[in-house]
C-alpha cells in the first residue's frame, strides 16, 4: 500500500459508504475500495441476487433494493439505513437514439434517472448523512464531448454537473462532487457494443492520450479522492483518459 492509499484507508476507516449502483462496474469498484480501506458498506441496486453476489465479492455489505425510477420508496430506503458518511451514485444505463428516434417515455426515463431519481435519493439520504461526509455523483465525457444520438444522455449528465455546484452551497458543510467517467470498460459497454465491443474499444484506446481506455478502478480511485479530499467540494473531476482532448 502506498502513503495515498494508507491517507485514504485512515480517513475511510470506520464510515459508512453507501453506494447506489455497487453491483457492478464502476460502483463495484468503488465498494471494493472503500471496503478495502476499512469502511462500512451498504449496497444499492436493483436486483437482491445481484446485490448478494457484489456483497459476498467484497467481502460483505449491508444489501438494500432500491431503484432509481422508484422514488416513492426512498424514504423507507434511506429511513432504514444506520447514519452515513458518503453517498456514491454511481447507477445508470446508457442508450444512444436520435430526438427522432425517441419517444416522449425516452425523455422522461433520462431526466428520471440522471435527475429526478439521484436528487429524490439525495434528498431522502439527507437526514442520515453526517455533516462531516459528502456526496459523489456521476457525469460522463458525454457532456462535454458530443456524439451522434447522445443530445438526450449528454443534457441528463450535464445538468449533473450544474446540480453539484449548486447542491454543494446548498448542502454544505456537506462536501458535493461528481466524477466524469470517459470510456470504461465495464457491463455497461457490452449492451453498448455488443459483438464490436473488443474492436470499438481498441480503436477508440489508440486515439486517446493514454493509449488505453478506462477501467472501474480507474475511477474508483478518483471517487475515494473526492470522498477523502476534505476541501474538495462542487468539483467535476473528469477522469477520461484526455478523451475530452481530442
Ligand atoms: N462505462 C463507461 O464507459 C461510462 C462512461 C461514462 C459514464 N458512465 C456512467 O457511470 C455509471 C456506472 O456505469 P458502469 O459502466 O459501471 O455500468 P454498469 O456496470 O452497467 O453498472 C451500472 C450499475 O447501476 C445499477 N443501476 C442501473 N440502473 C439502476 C436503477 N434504475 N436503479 C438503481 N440501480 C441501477 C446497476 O445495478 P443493478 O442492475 O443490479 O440494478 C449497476 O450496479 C453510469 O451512470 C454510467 O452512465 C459510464
Known sequence: MNDEMI???SALEGRHVTV??????IGLAVARLVARA?????????????????ADEIGGARQCVGDLHQSATFGALFGSLPEIDHLVITAGTASL???RE???????????ERLVGPLAMVRAALDRLRPTGSIVLTSGLLAERPTYRGAILAGAVAAVEAIVRSLALELAPIRVNAVSPGLVDTPLLDSFFGEAKQEA??????SLPTRRIGCPDDIAQAVGLLLTGGFITGEVLHVDGGGRLI
Open 7 to 9: 491517507g485514504m484507508s
Open 201 to 206: 474499444l481498441a480503436t477508440a484506446a489508440a
Open 102 to 112: 425517441s419517444t416522449a417515455e425516452d425523455l422522461r426515463w433520462a431526466a428520471e
Open 97 to 99: 437514439k436520435t430526438l
Open 38 to 54: 476499512g469502511a462500512e458498506v451498504t449496497l444499492i441496486g436493483r436486483d437482491a441476487e445481484r446485490l448478494r453476489r457484489a
Open 20 to 25: 447506489v449502483g455497487g453491483t457492478s462496474g
